[in-house]
């Protein structure tokens, strides 16, 4: 689950709203965490707190009922309009690829409107 020979894509429309610097942070975490065994299933959601410093931004790795939904920080010190719409990510273990895209659960229906 979750091997790091894996190839790495993230969803056009994650990447219109997601800066690349924060989703390569999150397949770091996804990698960090595999390493220390601490994912328990696929796929895994990630969900962003409102709060922020300059340069550090909060997100939660949730893997339902499994195991304890934990924190951690992504440094990022560009603008951060992706914040405050509660956005939720979803991680999947897809065969060849980790693949980062859009929870279901969001409201798409602002992107891209202008």
Do not use: C, W
């Not at 979750?2 to 800066?19: C, D, I, Q």
């Not at 309009?81 to 979803?90: D, E, N, Q, T, V």
């Not at 991680?91 to 859009?102: A, G, H």
């Amino acid at each position: 689950m979750y091997e790091v020979t894996k190839r790495r894509h993230v969803s056009e429309k994650v990447s219109a709203v997601f800066p690349k610097a924060v989703t390569d942070q999150i397949f770091d975490v996804i990698k960090l965490m595999n390493q220390a065994d601490q994912l328990v299933t696929a796929p895994v959601a990630i969900a962003f707190s409102d709060d922020y410093d300059d340069d550090e931004l909060y997100a939660l790795l949730i893997q339902g009922d499994l195991a304890p939904a934990q924190e951690f920080p992504l440094t990022y010190a560009g603008d951060k309009p992706f914040l405050g719409h509660g956005y939720i990510l979803i991680v999947k273990d897809n065969p060849k690829t980790i693949y980062i895209d859009f929870s279901k659960a969001n409201d798409l229906s602002e992107l891209g409107k202008n």
